[in-house]
Protein backbone atom coordinates (compact mmCIF):
# COMPACT_ATOMS: atom_id res chain seq x y z
CA UNK A 1 0.00 0.00 0.00
CA UNK A 2 0.86 3.17 -0.36
CA UNK A 3 2.12 5.70 2.47
CA UNK A 4 4.48 8.72 3.31
CA UNK A 5 7.18 7.73 6.24
CA UNK A 6 10.38 9.17 7.32
CA UNK A 7 13.16 6.45 8.17
CA UNK A 8 15.00 9.83 10.04
CA UNK A 9 14.40 12.39 11.28
CA UNK A 10 15.01 15.97 10.07
CA UNK A 11 13.42 18.35 7.50
CA UNK A 12 10.80 18.01 5.46
CA UNK A 13 12.95 16.01 2.85
CA UNK A 14 13.06 13.31 4.87
CA UNK A 15 9.16 11.92 3.88
CA UNK A 16 9.26 9.66 1.60
CA UNK A 17 6.11 8.61 -0.54
CA UNK A 18 7.02 4.17 -0.12
CA UNK A 19 5.24 1.03 -0.83
CA UNK A 20 5.17 -0.44 2.28
CA UNK A 21 2.95 -3.93 3.29
CA UNK A 22 -0.55 -4.00 4.37
CA UNK A 23 -0.86 -3.99 8.39
CA UNK A 24 -2.59 -7.08 9.86
CA UNK A 25 -4.80 -6.35 13.07
CA UNK A 26 -3.11 -8.15 16.22
CA UNK A 27 -5.43 -9.25 19.23
CA UNK A 28 -7.86 -6.10 19.98
CA UNK A 29 -6.46 -4.02 17.10
CA UNK A 30 -8.45 -3.04 13.85
CA UNK A 31 -7.64 -2.20 10.76
CA UNK A 32 -9.00 0.77 9.01
CA UNK A 33 -9.30 2.14 4.97
CA UNK A 34 -8.23 5.77 5.59
CA UNK A 35 -10.55 8.21 4.07
CA UNK A 36 -8.48 11.02 5.53
CA UNK A 37 -5.64 11.83 8.54
CA UNK A 38 -5.20 15.41 9.45
CA UNK A 39 -1.84 17.77 9.87
CA UNK A 40 -1.11 18.85 13.64
CA UNK A 41 2.09 20.86 14.68
CA UNK A 42 3.29 17.85 17.02
CA UNK A 43 3.86 15.95 13.55
CA UNK A 44 6.27 18.70 12.43
CA UNK A 45 8.02 18.32 15.81
CA UNK A 46 8.02 14.64 15.48
CA UNK A 47 9.70 14.59 12.06
CA UNK A 48 11.95 16.72 12.85
CA UNK A 49 13.13 15.05 16.52
CA UNK A 50 12.44 18.67 18.04
CA UNK A 51 9.51 16.48 20.27
CA UNK A 52 10.77 14.48 22.69
CA UNK A 53 8.42 11.42 21.78
CA UNK A 54 9.86 7.90 21.54
CA UNK A 55 8.51 7.79 17.58
CA UNK A 56 9.19 3.69 16.24
CA UNK A 57 11.69 4.40 13.04
CA UNK A 58 10.44 3.82 9.88
CA UNK A 59 7.22 6.14 11.22
CA UNK A 60 4.10 7.37 9.18
CA UNK A 61 2.26 10.50 10.53
CA UNK A 62 -0.74 11.70 11.10
CA UNK A 63 -2.35 10.12 14.63
CA UNK A 64 -5.83 11.84 13.91
CA UNK A 65 -7.51 9.43 11.48
CA UNK A 66 -11.07 8.76 9.90
CA UNK A 67 -11.75 5.91 7.57
CA UNK A 68 -13.63 2.54 7.80
CA UNK A 69 -12.93 -0.68 9.25
CA UNK A 70 -12.07 -3.20 6.96
CA UNK A 71 -10.66 -5.82 9.13
CA UNK A 72 -10.62 -6.76 13.22
CA UNK A 73 -8.00 -8.76 15.41
CA UNK A 74 -9.49 -11.38 17.58
CA UNK A 75 -10.73 -9.97 21.05
CA UNK A 76 -12.42 -6.85 19.28
CA UNK A 77 -16.44 -7.52 19.50
CA UNK A 78 -17.57 -3.58 19.63
CA UNK A 79 -16.43 -2.32 15.72
CA UNK A 80 -17.08 -4.23 13.24
CA UNK A 81 -16.04 -4.39 9.17
CA UNK A 82 -17.61 -1.80 7.72
CA UNK A 83 -18.28 0.66 10.17
CA UNK A 84 -17.52 4.61 10.01
CA UNK A 85 -15.01 5.76 12.75
CA UNK A 86 -12.80 8.40 13.86
CA UNK A 87 -9.50 8.30 16.22
CA UNK A 88 -6.66 9.80 18.01
CA UNK A 89 -4.11 7.22 17.71
CA UNK A 90 -0.99 6.28 19.83
CA UNK A 91 1.69 9.33 18.56
CA UNK A 92 4.29 6.98 18.70
CA UNK A 93 3.03 4.52 16.23
CA UNK A 94 2.29 4.34 12.43
CA UNK A 95 -0.40 6.59 11.91
CA UNK A 96 -2.37 7.84 9.24
CA UNK A 97 -0.79 9.14 6.10
CA UNK A 98 -1.59 5.76 4.21
CA UNK A 99 -4.35 3.99 2.57
CA UNK A 100 -4.64 1.69 5.40
CA UNK A 101 -3.70 1.43 9.54
CA UNK A 102 -4.08 -0.37 12.59
CA UNK A 103 -4.43 0.60 15.69
CA UNK A 104 -6.46 -0.15 19.21
CA UNK A 105 -9.63 -0.83 18.98
CA UNK A 106 -10.23 1.96 22.21
CA UNK A 107 -8.75 4.86 20.09
CA UNK A 108 -11.91 4.20 17.47
CA UNK A 109 -14.98 5.91 18.04
CA UNK A 110 -18.09 5.66 15.54
CA UNK A 111 -17.73 8.68 12.81
CA UNK A 112 -19.93 11.78 12.58
CA UNK A 113 -22.75 11.05 10.76
CA UNK A 114 -23.41 14.90 9.56
CA UNK A 115 -20.26 15.84 7.76
CA UNK A 116 -18.42 14.06 5.24
CA UNK A 117 -16.13 11.36 6.72
CA UNK A 118 -13.32 13.28 5.33
CA UNK A 119 -13.45 16.07 7.69
CA UNK A 120 -13.67 14.02 10.40
CA UNK A 121 -10.66 13.50 10.66
CA UNK A 122 -9.77 16.67 11.61
CA UNK A 123 -11.98 16.26 15.01
CA UNK A 124 -9.91 14.08 17.96
CA UNK A 125 -6.83 15.94 18.70
CA UNK A 126 -7.47 19.33 18.66
CA UNK A 127 -10.81 19.12 20.10
CA UNK A 128 -10.09 17.00 23.08
CA UNK A 129 -7.01 19.09 23.31
CA UNK A 130 -9.73 21.89 24.59
CA UNK A 131 -12.30 19.18 26.29
CA UNK A 132 -9.35 18.64 28.69
CA UNK A 133 -7.89 21.99 29.06
CA UNK A 134 -11.31 23.77 30.09
CA UNK A 135 -12.51 20.97 32.17
CA UNK A 136 -9.71 19.10 33.50
CA UNK A 137 -7.13 21.17 34.16
CA UNK A 138 -9.45 23.98 34.50
CA UNK A 139 -12.00 22.63 36.37
CA UNK A 140 -14.46 25.26 34.49
CA UNK A 141 -18.28 25.55 35.46
CA UNK A 142 -21.03 27.16 34.57
CA UNK A 143 -21.57 30.98 35.67
CA UNK A 144 -17.93 30.87 35.62
CA UNK A 145 -15.80 33.64 33.45
CA UNK A 146 -12.95 31.83 31.47
CA UNK A 147 -10.70 33.92 29.37
CA UNK A 148 -9.05 32.12 26.14
CA UNK A 149 -6.01 33.52 24.51
CA UNK A 150 -5.43 32.78 20.92
CA UNK A 151 -9.15 31.62 20.44
CA UNK A 152 -8.63 32.13 16.56
CA UNK A 153 -6.61 29.18 16.19
CA UNK A 154 -8.49 25.62 15.85
CA UNK A 155 -8.34 24.61 19.39
CA UNK A 156 -9.34 27.76 20.67
CA UNK A 157 -12.36 27.83 18.45
CA UNK A 158 -13.39 24.60 19.83
CA UNK A 159 -12.65 26.13 23.07
CA UNK A 160 -14.79 28.94 23.28
CA UNK A 161 -17.57 26.83 21.69
CA UNK A 162 -17.30 23.95 24.47
CA UNK A 163 -16.96 26.82 27.40
CA UNK A 164 -20.17 28.86 25.99
CA UNK A 165 -21.56 25.05 25.77
CA UNK A 166 -20.89 24.65 29.50
CA UNK A 167 -22.74 27.94 30.26
CA UNK A 168 -19.54 29.68 31.04
CA UNK A 169 -19.29 33.75 30.42
CA UNK A 170 -16.31 33.31 27.46
CA UNK A 171 -13.86 36.31 27.14
CA UNK A 172 -11.75 35.57 23.94
CA UNK A 173 -9.03 36.70 22.06
CA UNK A 174 -9.08 37.07 18.14
CA UNK A 175 -6.81 39.07 15.79
CA UNK A 176 -9.28 40.67 12.96
CA UNK A 177 -9.03 37.89 10.71
CA UNK A 178 -10.56 35.52 13.29
CA UNK A 179 -13.31 37.36 15.26
CA UNK A 180 -15.81 36.79 12.95
CA UNK A 181 -15.50 32.95 13.63
CA UNK A 182 -15.02 33.07 17.54
CA UNK A 183 -18.04 35.25 17.68
CA UNK A 184 -19.58 32.65 15.95
CA UNK A 185 -18.48 29.87 18.38
CA UNK A 186 -20.19 31.04 21.07
CA UNK A 187 -17.78 34.24 23.00
CA UNK A 188 -19.20 36.90 24.56
CA UNK A 189 -16.30 39.46 24.67
CA UNK A 190 -13.25 39.66 22.35
CA UNK A 191 -10.84 41.50 22.24
CA UNK A 192 -7.75 42.38 19.37
CA UNK A 193 -4.52 41.95 21.70
CA UNK A 194 -2.86 44.22 18.54
CA UNK A 195 -5.33 46.88 19.95
CA UNK A 196 -5.83 46.51 23.70
CA UNK A 197 -3.64 44.82 26.64
CA UNK A 198 -5.40 42.70 28.35
CA UNK A 199 -4.85 44.11 31.79
CA UNK A 200 -7.21 46.83 30.14
CA UNK A 201 -10.05 44.88 28.36
CA UNK A 202 -9.85 42.64 30.89
CA UNK A 203 -12.74 44.14 33.70
CA UNK A 204 -13.57 41.62 36.05
CA UNK A 205 -10.95 38.80 37.42
CA UNK A 206 -11.76 35.20 35.62
CA UNK A 207 -12.21 31.96 37.27
CA UNK A 208 -9.92 30.46 34.31
CA UNK A 209 -7.31 31.96 31.91
CA UNK A 210 -6.45 29.00 28.99
CA UNK A 211 -3.90 29.92 27.28
CA UNK A 212 -3.13 28.45 23.33
CA UNK A 213 -1.22 31.72 22.02
CA UNK A 214 2.83 31.75 21.73
CA UNK A 215 3.00 34.18 24.80
CA UNK A 216 6.66 35.56 25.66
CA UNK A 217 6.83 34.17 28.88
CA UNK A 218 7.14 37.27 31.05
CA UNK A 219 3.79 38.20 29.74
CA UNK A 220 1.75 35.12 30.41
CA UNK A 221 3.26 35.41 33.85
CA UNK A 222 1.51 38.79 34.23
CA UNK A 223 -1.88 37.49 33.23
CA UNK A 224 -2.13 35.75 36.21
CA UNK A 225 -2.84 38.54 37.87
CA UNK A 226 -6.72 38.66 35.76
CA UNK A 227 -7.30 35.34 37.75
CA UNK A 228 -9.17 35.28 40.81
CA UNK A 229 -7.88 33.52 43.97
CA UNK A 230 -8.16 30.15 43.84
CA UNK A 231 -8.20 30.24 40.13
CA UNK A 232 -6.70 28.05 37.35
CA UNK A 233 -3.79 28.59 34.68
CA UNK A 234 -4.17 26.69 31.47
CA UNK A 235 -1.84 26.37 28.89
CA UNK A 236 -1.45 24.05 25.84
CA UNK A 237 1.95 25.70 25.02
CA UNK A 238 4.37 23.09 26.48
CA UNK A 239 7.49 24.67 25.57
CA UNK A 240 7.74 27.13 28.33
CA UNK A 241 6.23 26.72 31.73
CA UNK A 242 2.61 27.46 32.97
CA UNK A 243 2.72 30.57 35.67
CA UNK A 244 0.94 30.15 38.73
CA UNK A 245 0.57 32.50 41.96
CA UNK A 246 0.93 30.02 45.29
CA UNK A 247 0.32 32.95 47.62
CA UNK A 248 -3.20 33.24 46.38
CA UNK A 249 -3.91 29.01 45.67
CA UNK A 250 -4.17 30.04 41.64
CA UNK A 251 -3.02 26.62 40.08
CA UNK A 252 -0.80 26.71 36.94
CA UNK A 253 -0.88 23.47 34.63
CA UNK A 254 0.17 22.61 31.07
CA UNK A 255 -2.05 20.27 28.87
CA UNK A 256 -0.86 17.15 27.05
CA UNK A 257 -3.76 15.62 25.32
CA UNK A 258 -4.42 11.85 25.28
CA UNK A 259 -6.55 9.90 23.66
CA UNK A 260 -10.24 9.26 25.71
CA UNK A 261 -12.95 7.21 23.70
CA UNK A 262 -15.57 8.62 25.86
CA UNK A 263 -14.49 12.10 25.47
CA UNK A 264 -14.32 11.62 21.74
CA UNK A 265 -17.54 10.19 21.43
CA UNK A 266 -19.20 12.96 23.43
CA UNK A 267 -17.80 15.49 20.85
CA UNK A 268 -18.91 13.30 18.19
CA UNK A 269 -22.13 13.47 19.65
CA UNK A 270 -22.08 17.15 20.14
CA UNK A 271 -21.32 17.72 16.04
CA UNK A 272 -24.14 15.76 15.18
CA UNK A 273 -25.86 17.76 17.05
CA UNK A 274 -24.82 20.70 15.66
CA UNK A 275 -23.35 22.34 18.31
CA UNK A 276 -19.91 21.84 17.56
CA UNK A 277 -18.47 22.92 13.76
CA UNK A 278 -15.43 20.39 12.35
CA UNK A 279 -12.77 23.28 10.92
CA UNK A 280 -10.95 21.66 7.96
CA UNK A 281 -9.32 24.36 5.85
CA UNK A 282 -7.95 22.66 3.48
CA UNK A 283 -7.81 19.22 1.86
CA UNK A 284 -5.03 17.82 0.28
CA UNK A 285 -3.58 14.94 -1.41
CA UNK A 286 -1.49 12.33 -0.03
CA UNK A 287 1.31 13.39 -1.82
CA UNK A 288 1.55 16.82 -1.23
CA UNK A 289 2.42 15.77 2.59
CA UNK A 290 5.99 16.61 2.26
CA UNK A 291 5.08 20.04 0.82
CA UNK A 292 2.63 20.94 3.67
CA UNK A 293 5.49 20.08 6.14
CA UNK A 294 7.80 22.21 4.35
CA UNK A 295 5.49 25.10 4.59
CA UNK A 296 4.50 24.22 8.35
CA UNK A 297 8.91 24.51 9.17
CA UNK A 298 8.85 27.66 7.23
CA UNK A 299 5.97 30.41 7.85
CA UNK A 300 3.63 27.81 9.73
CA UNK A 301 0.24 26.24 8.58
CA UNK A 302 -2.79 28.12 9.92
CA UNK A 303 -6.34 26.38 10.30
CA UNK A 304 -6.64 22.42 9.93
CA UNK A 305 -6.06 20.36 6.94
CA UNK A 306 -6.63 17.02 6.21
CA UNK A 307 -4.83 14.64 3.84
CA UNK A 308 -6.63 12.42 1.21
CA UNK A 309 -4.86 8.82 0.13
Known amino acids: MKAVQFTHTGGPEVLETVEIAEPTPAPGQVRVAVSASAFNAADNGMRAGTLPLPVRLPHVPGYDVSGVVDAVGEGVDDLAVGDAVVGFLPMTENGGAAEKVVAPAEAWVAAPTTVPLTDAAGLP ?92 PEEFAGLVALV ?66 AEAAGRGVSGKVVILP
Open 125 to 216: SVALTAWQALFEHGELQRGQRVLIVGAGGVVGTYAVALAARAGAHVIATASARSVEKVHAAGADEIIDRADTALTDGVTAPVDVLLNLAPLE
Open 228 to 293: RDGGRVVSATAWMPTPDDAERDVRGSTVFVRSDRAQLAELVALVDAGELTIEVTRRIPLAELPALH
